[in-house]
């Protein structure tokens, strides 16, 4: 694993950090989310989750864009007190070990968590969306993209590592083959831009749950 150098930490005010994470945060790094509804042809009845530390602003955003009947739920993967609520389903829970029974989503949204992964926990939180979803069921996840510039690499690592190690970027085959072994049977990329910041490529993936049984053989 890449070690970074230390760097001097800012104190920032806990107002002004929760600030950051609620609305200007979801302007900022999650941008194109509500052009979800249009890419994934997202219906009314769809039930949502949405996996990360700032979620619940996400979740509210994708559920008023596409209209949902179904309270969203946001799942916090980390010990902040959530910004904002917004009238969604708020639990914590780390994400590989999801408090909720098979089947019981129809649409999951990760973004911005995959570096923060190695390969083998990327993995079983793939699997851990692979239950939770219901038959057909999609997941979109986005993150930084793995470039083939070593500088660029470089640069990212600087800016986007945490507690001294590197994120772990990828490319859409090595994404890919995570979903695969993760038992999706289609993966796609999706064209979901743009996000403003940080500046640079994305890697945003939808992966489809294909899970057939004498209850849905005959469903779409």
């Avoid at 930490?9 to 509500?34: C, F, I, N």
């Avoid at 979620?55 to 910004?83: N, Q, W, Y």
Wanted: overall charge positive; cysteine-free.
């Amino acid at each position: 694993m890449t070690q970074l150098a230390s760097a001097p930490r800012l104190t920032v005010p806990p107002a002004l950090r929760r600030w950051w994470r609620g609305q200007p945060r979801l302007a900022l790094e999650d941008s194109p989310a509500p052009q979800l509804v249009a890419l994934t042809a997202m219906a009314p009845v769809e039930r949502l989750l949405v996996l990360g530390p700032d979620s619940p602003p996400l979740a509210a955003l994708i559920a008023a864009a596409a209209g949902l009947e179904p309270t969203p739920s946001a799942v916090l993967t980390d010990d902040r007190a959530p910004a904002e609520r917004l009238g969604v389903q708020i639990l914590r829970a780390e994400p590989q070990r999801l408090p909720f029974g098979d089947g019981s989503f129809d649409f999951a949204v990760v973004p911005h968590q995959l570096r923060r992964w190695d390969d083998e926990r990327a993995r079983r939180v793939l699997e851990e969306l692979w239950r939770v979803l219901d038959h057909n069921g999609v997941a979109v996840l986005w993150e930084v993209a793995r470039s083939r510039s070593a500088a660029i690499n470089g640069v990212w690592s600087s800016l986007l590592g945490s507690n001294g190690t590197a994120p772990h970027l990828r490319t859409f085959g090595q994404l890919g083959q995570l979903a695969y072994d993760a038992g999706f049977a289609w993966v796609q990329t999706l064209p979901l831009r743009p996000f403003l910041f940080p500046p640079g490529p994305r890697l945003t993936v939808l992966v489809r749950k294909e899970h057939y049984t004498s209850d849905n053989i005959g469903r779409g």
